[in-house]
């Protein structure tokens, strides 16, 4: 099974440098099941970059997708009006969700937010073949090679959580829940039970939601409780708050991952291959900005999987203002912080610290190539030692 990542902010989509790693789009997750049947995890902002890729252009059609709604409030559906395949008659797309607030049904719902003086094109005009189908929570749905199953979670006027499963692997949706409910913590940890993937919201910090009370969020350590309690394989923390930067957001994985070592935070262009046992991650942030060429030798310092320091030469072959490429002779995994050394020669030299996003094969060397994004904070130069255990950036947890 194959997950993709098209927005993962919540709340509110951000258009903001700082939150560019990550990305501003709002909730909207692609699903491929082992047969190649297309599932859509709610209808945010970020449905607009899934209805730009290949398998969802024109050339892609007829296209028959289901597609899961936890909820209906606004960041979870304005995507909706502006996802080209719903304008196309040749394809059809079933919807399910909860049972509105309310006395709306689901599709009048969705169209609320395309009334006038709101919108001016209505739901009349999306011709793609609909149907809408209310589900209840501890319902389960074949859809096709896939099975779903629906809980209902702790949000402000309703919200599902769903658990995939497939032949290959299960995962569990789990955006807008807000713990301390009974009734639902016990709902995620049965949807999370035994899974290879858990997509949990980690909107706040511990501090943050104390504050916030009532609102429907969690955090990452209620995501880290959830996987212990539920044996989950892998947590991906999820729905980022709009006021958290890529750096806010990359330390609450370094916390996350003090407690539980497989936390990731979810991203743009992320992908989850997902084969049972085995959970591979990989990140296709592009490198914003014109890249110049370079072959420029340099040392790299990161931390293997084992917890223990890396240093190594490499070459730096292309670099813009937000990120570099950087091939050597050792991969590093994602999401590991790293500090490259442009001069080795002298005792103290300028690093620049960043986060590894990609690794693939380059192609003229055949040795790994890492795509590396700096953080804003970490544009500048900064001074490092020559000791390797030195240049761990503080805070951070063993790659």
Request: with cysteine; glycine share 10%; proline share 7%.
């Amino acid at each position: 099974m194959l997950v993709r990542f098209h927005g993962v902010r919540g709340s509110i989509p951000t258009c903001d440098l700082r939150t560019w790693q990550h990305g501003g789009n709002t909730p909207c997750v692609e699903f491929e099941t082992p047969a190649g049947h297309r599932i859509i995890l709610d209808g945010g902002t970020g449905l607009r970059p899934l209805s730009q890729t290949p398998a969802w252009g024109g050339e892609a059609v007829p296209i028959h997708a289901c597609c899961f709604l936890s909820h209906y409030h606004w960041d979870h559906i304005q995507g909706l009006p502006f996802f080209t395949p719903l304008y196309d008659p040749r394809n059809r797309f079933e919807f399910f969700g909860p049972q509105p607030d309310g006395d709306l049904d689901m599709k009048s719902a969705l169209q609320g937010q395309m009334l006038r003086p709101y919108f001016p094109v209505d739901l009349s005009l999306l011709v793609a073949a609909q149907a809408f189908t209310v589900i209840a929570p501890g319902q389960r749905l074949a859809v096709e090679d896939a099975i779903v199953e629906a809980a209902r979670l702790n949000h402000p006027q309703g919200c599902l959580g769903y658990r995939i499963e497939t032949a290959e692997g299960v995962v569990t949706y789990a955006s807008d829940n807000e713990p301390g409910d009974a009734a639902g913590d016990a709902a995620v940890r049965h949807l999370a039970r035994g899974a290879d993937v858990l997509i949990y919201d980690a909107q706040y910090s511990p501090a943050m939601l104390r504050k916030r009370k009532g609102w429907g969020h969690s955090t990452w350590q209620e995501g880290v409780a959830v996987a212990r309690d539920a044996g989950v394989r892998c947590l991906l923390l999820y729905h980022h708050d709009p006021d958290s930067d890529d750096g806010m957001v990359r330390r609450f994985v370094r916390h996350a991952r003090e407690h539980w070592r497989e936390t990731w935070a979810a991203a743009e262009g992320m992908q989850v291959h997902c084969e049972s046992p085995v959970v591979r991650i990989e990140t296709t942030n592009p490198r914003i900005g014109p890249r110049m060429a370079h072959r420029l030798p340099v040392r790299l310092r990161a931390r293997r999987p084992d917890g223990t320091s890396a240093e190594m030469e490499g070459l730096l072959v292309n670099l813009t203002v937000k990120g570099t490429y950087v091939v050597v002779p050792e991969a590093v995994e994602v999401s590991s912080e790293v500090e490259i050394c442009l001069d080795e020669e002298q005792q103290e030299s300028a690093a620049m610290a960043g986060t590894v996003v990609r690794v693939d094969v380059d192609r003229e060397t055949g040795q790994p190539g890492l795509g590396i994004v700096f953080g804003l904070e970490e544009l500048g130069m900064r001074r490092s030692s020559q000791n390797p255990d030195s240049a761990r950036p503080s805070g951070s947890a063993p790659a």
